[in-house]
Structure formats: C-alpha cells, structure tokens
C-alpha cells in the first residue's frame, strides 16, 4: 500500500466532456466553464482540443476559448493537438502547455486517427521538436489501456510499450485512459504494474471513463499502486449524451468525496465545485452524472425546507 | 489480500428496491419479477416485507406476493419482519427465512422504529424465540453502519456491538447498511474491522447504498479484508425515485461485472439479468441505474443496427 498523501486532478469536462455534444454550446459558456473551474483550486485545467472543425466541429471555437479565458498563475491549460497544424495554432495564441494522443490499439488509432501505432509517433517527432523549441509542457495520451472496442482485451505490455516511448519522447507526464470504461480493479492494477516497470509512476495518470461504473474502484485500486494524478471532469460531462449506455469520465465530484473519505488532499473546494456542475448541466439541459452532486444538491434543497417550516 | 473465490448476492430489489416506490406496483409485476430473478442464478431473493401497510403500503401485498412466486429449490426468498405480528403473518404462509433490523444510531432508530436500540433488541426476543422454534433462519440488518442522516458520523465499535448481539442472539447473518451511502473505502474498512474482532467474517454481509457513488469502490475495499456477501438491487432500484439525490442500492449488473473481472464467481447469467433489469425499469417508466444495463443494452442496440446494416 502506497496510498498517495495528495492527488493532482486534470479536470477534462471542457475538452473530453464537451467535445461530443452535438448542440454547439456557446462559446461564451466555454469560457464561464473554465474561467469557474479556475476559482476552485485546480491546478490543471484542458481548456479545448486545437483540432480540424471536421473532427471536432463543437471545439471550432478553440483559438477564441482559449484567448478569452482568464489565465490564472499556478494554473496550466493544456490543449490536445493532433498535428503541426493544430501545434501552430495554438502555439500563436500562447499555449504553454500541449496533450498529443495515441492509443494501445491498432485498429483504434486506424480508426480514430487514420494511421497506425507507429505512424503516430512519426507525426509526434515534429510536433515535439517545435513545442520543446517553444518551451512549451508535452502531456500523453494513451487510449484503449484496458480494452478497445474493435480488438477487446488490450495486453498490458502493449499500453507499457506506447507509453514508455511517450515518456522517452519527453512527455512529462502519461494519462493512460479506459477510453471506454470497461476496465476493472484487477485490470487496472496489471496495466499500470506493466507501465510502472518502464516509466516512473511519478510520470503517470489514470484517465477512467465510467461507462459500466467501475471508475471509483478503479481509482480505488490505482491508489493503492500509488499513482496520484487522475483526469475526471465536473459532472461526469462526456461520453455520447444521446446514447443512453455511453458515460463520460468519472465525475470529478464523486472523485473527490472518495478521496475526501481517504484523507488525501486535492486543493479543490468540492462545495464551490458542485455549484459549477449544477451551472454547466443547466446550460447542458440535464441532470447532472455526479451522485455526489445530485446527493448535495437535495441535501441543500431539503435544509432549505426544514428552514422554511421553522420559520412558519 | 483475502480475496474471496466466490460471493454470494443477496437480490433485495424487490423489498429494499421497490419498498419506496410511491406509484403501486402490480402485485403481478412483483410476483414476476421475482420469478425473473429465481431463474438467473440467485441463491437468496429478498421478496418482500411483513410489514404494516400503514409503514409501507407499497408492500401491503406481502402476504399474496410470497404465496404465489413459484420456490425454487436451492433458493432461499427471506422477508423482513419487524415484530410478533409480522412474524406470525410469515409463518403462516410458510416464510422459510425471516429478517429482522435494527441500526447502530439511536436517533436513526427512534425515528424509523421510534423505539430505542436497546428496545429493538427487547422486541427480537419473542420473534427470535418463535422464529426458532418454527425452524425458520434469521438474517439481521444493522442500519446507519457508516453514518447517520441524524446523527453523522457512527463508531466503529458501535457497529460492532449491535452486530455481535444480532450475532449472539442467532442471526446466521448479519449485513451491515451504508443505509444513506456516505461511505469510502478506508472507513468501510475500520467499520468491517472492527466487527471482525467480534464476529466471523463468514457471517456478515455488505449492503451498500450508492448515493453518492462510491459503493463499488467501497465493496472492492470490503473484499480486499474478505468479506463475500454483498446486497444489491437489480438496476438499482431503491432509494425515493422523486429525489434526484436518492440513490438505491449498488446496482447488482454493476456489481457482478467488477466481480466478474475480480475472476470471483456468483453463480449469476448477467446477461439475462440485464434483460430483468430492463424489464422492471420499463414498469416503472424509467430508466435502469445500472451503468452496465445502459451499457450492455446500447451494445446490443449497435449490434442490431449494424446487422441491418450489413443485410441492406
């Protein structure tokens, strides 16, 4: 057991939970959503994805999020991007901090990216050559660390693989994500062993989508490994909001309560927090996926009510 | 690590899911509901509760539901039974297998069965006598094990007392309830401890709430000290459906899919659970609280789509 004393939290509700909304929200909203998150004590927020509108047509409006929100010291606002193009882009309105993506499975990186494994890393070498020039931070990603959903189980020694020559690249850090949920404990805990021997875990975050509810157990169990940064987004924002089974990240509310409970220090205000979920999923038109936040909330409503009764 | 091999499930969606549902539900949805489940692989389906229709009229059919579900051989279906009367009523239709409850929170217990700790025990003595005596099994219920809506936080040693005297007093099973689901996982753990010191693992179960969504990683903590019955609802039903906040039982769905990649064996077909899960949330109009029945459910949806798809 070496349970970590603090956890880093990459809240990723502007990139990953946004970027598959169908209804375009306004950039405006975008940019209250950062500019909020900023006040609660993250130290890590992914503001947008610098990627072709084709891709991504809900982030078209990242150059103008990304300049609008307020940038507060201590806080990093990295953005994904997929190539040179998105690299200048970005670069020209003052990123500092850059995600590049791969996954651990062929046919996922064939269909997601249009080229192989391999053919990724080849696209990554200037990308990272212009960004380490620019003295700009290089983030990793790697999809599919317990599962894909065109090639099912995913070895272990494949994600190591991926990840460690993201690290030899200079990623300074590697998020290694259940893209679709399906991981479990056990799962977790092989995968990052497998990763540990070759890349320091120091270097190393969990990204876990919740798709069949295994999150927190996951985190749960990765925690005992010792890792101690984790992506998650406010209200569990993500996932395809259409499709009833396809849930975002794990919710960066339910998150904290459990590590509240663990006696590990985040630096984030969960109270301010819920208030931020409550606002996006307005704006989004549904309920929030956070339990906790849904829990707080009528706990908040039914406080305000026996208020009431005592002063009739 | 005592990771368990196998875990038994006790179903309890049809008494602890159902019992606060304020539309009634059709007592032959009741008795077919728990028919579904008799044939996917449960050992123990708790089917209703011998109580006052004024406590809870939703299971004012208790007598009629336990008489008419077809018994399967090897499955046990135990009722709760809060008093004499209550037992007598179950006796006289051949209940096999009775509950009873109490809480380690006094004001929890005055509030729910307005008499105190103390007293609740007073009131098991004849029903336990009887129970005995007509060959029957008790199980015992301890409430508000990691916290109280009333009183906060509960002690361990509290828990533990009520427990061992459930224990001492004949209960071949006692579940201790994260009745209001504020658990994490080290404080599961200091509560399962602290019971372990005065009862034998072998005889308590689990029964976690998942309002604010941390059962699962809670249950993972509980097997990690050995811990191998757990109760869940079927799509995890429970909770007040009309308060957002409200969460029911941990999802079984939910709960054998981790268990399934923890290799530990149920003896439960998920994916026929899956269909009951369905099933009974399109009775009551909305939709599962299992992720994995969202998840599995839109799998299968896709694959439809795909086959219609390729026979175009």
């Given at each position: ?264 220090d985040t630096g984030i205000d969960l109270d301010r927090l819920i208030d931020i979920g409550t606002y996006i999923c307005q704006h989004l038109g549904r ?26």
């Amino acid at each position: 057991m070496k349970f970590p004393n603090r956890v880093k939290i990459v809240e990723v509700g502007p990139r990953d939970g946004l970027q598959n909304e169908s209804t375009f929200i306004p950039t405006s909203t975008k940019i209250e959503l950062i500019n909020r998150l900023s006040d609660v004590g993250y130290s890590t927020i992914e503001a947008t994805s610098f990627v072709s509108p084709k891709w991504i047509p809900q982030l078209a409006d990242h150059t103008e999020v990304f300049q609008s929100i307020k940038k507060k010291s201590g806080i990093s606002y990295p953005v994904l991007v997929p190539n040179m193009k998105g690299l200048e882009e970005a670069l020209a309105v003052g990123v500092k901090e850059i995600a590049i993506f791969t996954a651990a499975s062929e046919t996922f990186t064939q269909k997601n990216i249009n080229c192989s494994i391999e053919e990724s890393f080849q696209r990554f070498i200037p990308v990272i050559d212009t960004a380490n020039a620019a003295n700009v931070r290089i983030r990793g990603y790697v999809s599919c660390a317990l599962g894909c959903p065109f090639e099912g189980e995913i070895l272990p020694e494949s994600v190591a693989e991926v990840a460690t020559r993201l690290y030899e690249l200079g990623c300074y850090e590697i998020s290694l994500g259940d893209t679709i949920g399906v991981g479990t404990p056990f799962k977790t805990k092989k995968m990052i062993e497998s990763v540990v021997r070759k890349v320091p875990i120091a270097s190393l975050a969990g990204h876990f989508h919740d798709t069949y509810g295994q999150a927190l157990a996951n985190i749960y169990a990765a925690l005992e490994l010792g890792l101690s940064v984790f992506d998650s987004s406010v209200s569990g924002l993500g996932g395809c909001p259409y499709a009833q089974g396809a849930s975002g990240n794990v919710a960066t509310e339910d998150l904290i309560y459990m590590l509240q409970g663990l006696n590990i220090d985040t630096g984030i205000d969960l109270d301010r927090l819920i208030d931020i979920g409550t606002y996006i999923c307005q704006h989004l038109g549904r309920p929030s996926r956070s339990k906790v936040n849904l829990a707080i909330v009528a706990k908040r409503e039914t406080k305000k009510c026996q208020m009431k009764f005592y002063f009739l």
